[in-house]
């Protein structure tokens, strides 16, 4: 489930009247409207508020091109967003702000610092108390105004909720509500709104950075209800907000629990405790001496005495027919039939694709021996790469789409079992808990460039059922894992 779009939903429904119901006793907004204009009147006419130097924002010019995207209940109003506000909307100092330490700073905001429509106060910067005081002059921030962002994260706002002294820089705007008779969290919520968003979005300026400038933010067209009614609202969708984030939070548990219930399916696996075994099945041992004459079949280890009945423990070096890192590619400059397979080609959220993949040189093919083009089930191990080494997928035939094969670069390793060995079974041998934790163990190389060599992989000890064990495993596995799939794909719908 899209928790974002279900929140938007709930403000689309909100803004067009929907979400509590209207009460013919409110006082309408028209009148409302007309109350907000006399008290800004007395407010200029006692020297509180200066009277605008364009009277724009008031009359009708700001709705000559505006048509309404959706019908209102008879009582609200359509309004421009300065109608609504105390004083005209501002921004923040244009001044190269001069940074102090905390201790002897005042505390100063920017576009960053309301990227969750709330205010960040864990890493915010802190300004020189003396161009504080020439700032504070003339735009003091209090509890209630509406920050909102002018580029970056461009038209994401956050309300002010303490007392504290702060300054605000450029790419902030300063929106003041006209309290009592507009309900700064109900003005918020329209703010955070789709329909604010567009407003902006199609005002936007500048390559790379967006910019919404302050003349646009004045054409923003908003829907007013009574008074009353912005109360309702607010406090409404505060309740529907709090249940999504409880949605979210449960939703967070449960991609955990996920997580680990995979984990442990693999564990389980592993261990011979996912399938029976059956006492019919070829033992391990015969199987594996029978398909590689020099294997070693282990004996001295201690946890050789723990396994299940036909298993046996062997090196993963043993079960392949294939095992070894890429080679250094020379590339071509442009585009051709001959993918080179690197690190990024095995995706972070799981499979593999070439779309990233650059072009082996075609003068180079014939130095390639056919045994490094990637077959079906082959195990691919990055090799090199902070973040990425050990991360392992299995490689398909589908993911080749219209190429005739794909090589390895010398970044990634191939694990090839021999037709005997399910090569599904290895593979997820590998990515189990155990298996990723013993590739992060035997790395080696500087904190900046971790190496998985070959022979650590080869290294790898593995317990080895039964050919026909391994198929029921896998078999198994890929049940649970299908069923764990649709409940997660589930949640993302």
Not at 52 to 66: A, G, L, N, R
Not at 403 to 413: G, Y
Request: proline share 7%; with cysteine; charged share 25%.
């Amino acid at each position: 489930m899209d928790t974002q779009k279900l929140r938007q939903r709930i403000l689309d429904l909100a803004i067009r009247g929907k979400l509590v119901p209207q009460d013919p006793n409110d006082e309408p907004a028209s009148v409302l409207l007309d109350r907000i204009r006399a008290e800004k009147e007395r407010l200029i006419a006692e020297g509180k508020i200066k009277r605008p130097k364009s009277k724009k924002s008031t009359d009708k010019s700001h709705y000559q091109h505006f048509t309404p995207p959706f019908e209102i209940p008879e009582s609200w109003k359509w309004v421009s967003l300065p109608e609504v506000c105390r004083i005209p909307i501002t921004d923040g100092t244009h001044k190269t702000p001069i940074y102090s330490d905390k201790e002897n700073g005042v505390p100063f905001l920017s576009s960053k610092d309301v990227t969750t429509r709330q205010i960040n106060w864990d890493n915010i910067k802190f300004i020189d108390r003396k161009l504080h005081e020439e700032l504070y002059s003339r735009l003091a921030p209090k509890r209630y105004d509406i920050l909102l962002a002018k580029n970056g994260t461009t038209g994401v706002a956050a309300m002010v909720d303490t007392d504290a002294v702060f300054d605000i820089y450029v790419t902030l705007a300063l929106i003041r509500p006209m309290i009592p008779f507009v309900y700064p969290k109900y003005l918020l919520y329209v703010i955070n709104s789709d329909l604010c968003k567009a407003q902006f979005n199609a005002h936007l300026t500048g390559i790379g950075l967006p910019n919404l400038h302050l003349s646009d933010i004045n054409k923003t067209i908003i829907p007013l209800p009574p008074i009353e009614e912005q109360i309702k609202i607010a406090n409404e969708i505060d309740i529907w907000f709090s249940s999504v984030n409880m949605l979210e939070q449960n939703k967070e548990k449960l991609y955990v629990n996920i997580t680990l219930a995979k984990s442990k399916i693999l564990d389980l696996a592993m261990q011979g405790k996912l399938v029976p075994q059956d006492p019919a099945d070829e033992p391990a041992a015969d199987m594996l001496l029978r398909i590689n004459p020099k294997a070693k079949i282990i004996t001295d280890n201690p946890h050789s005495r723990n396994i299940p009945n036909g298993w046996c423990l062997c090196e993963l070096r043993d079960l392949c027919s294939f095992l070894s890192r890429g080679k250094s590619p020379k590339y071509s400059d442009v585009p051709n039939n001959y993918p080179v397979f690197a690190q990024k080609c095995n995706l972070k959220d799981g499979g593999i694709s070439l779309n990233q993949a650059r072009f082996l040189d075609e003068s180079t093919l014939l130095k390639w021996p056919d045994r490094y083009k990637l077959k079906d089930l082959d195990i691919l191990v990055n090799s090199t790469g902070t973040g990425t080494v050990g991360r392992t997928r299995l490689f398909l035939n589908k993911y080749l789409k219209d190429f005739p094969f794909v090589l390895p670069d010398s970044h990634v390793s191939v694990v090839r079992t021999f037709d005997e060995i399910d090569s599904k079974f290895i593979y997820y041998n590998l990515i189990s808990r155990e298996g990723q934790t013993y590739f992060n163990d035997n790395l080696s190389g500087s904190t900046n460039q971790k190496e998985l060599y070959i022979e650590a992989i080869g290294n790898k000890l593995i317990f080895l059922p039964p050919k026909n064990e391994q198929e029921r495993i896998v078999a198994k596995i890929e049940k649970f894992y299908h069923c764990i799939d649709n409940i997660e794909a589930s949640l993302q719908s």
